[in-house]
């Protein structure tokens, strides 16, 4: 029995690893950027994914959707060839509070289901510290 389940798995394997066309495969890890902590005076919330074409056939962008209208995304239209790097650029308003955001990736790509993926940002944007020059500081060296 276990050797049947063994050859059912590698069938399996070999089917998915065998698709021909194109295939997107993202560079950021579980393709979510990070912001970190970051303020819209220093920020212009403009990030890049970067993905590659590991199929065997160009790979073409339909379409990028956000989930809302603070988050616009922005890909070229032309196919990306084989083993060939293309971009989504992902441009946040930089509201005050926290980011997590989802945009879905329309595309001819095989490997994904409905050649459709999720990329995502998340982060924080804070206010920027304001500093009083005229204020003294307490920690001052002659203080202590």
Known sequence: MKKYLLIAVLSINAAIFAQKGPKIEFKDKDNTIDYGKVNKEDDNGLRTFVFTNTG??????????????????TFSKEPIAPGKTGSIDVKYNMNTGPIRKTITVESNAVNVEEGRVAIKIKGEVVEKPVVNLLEKKSSSPMMQ
């Open 56 to 73: 065997d056939q160009p790979l073409i962008i339909k379409e990028a959707k956000s989930t809302c209208g603070c988050t616009v995304p």
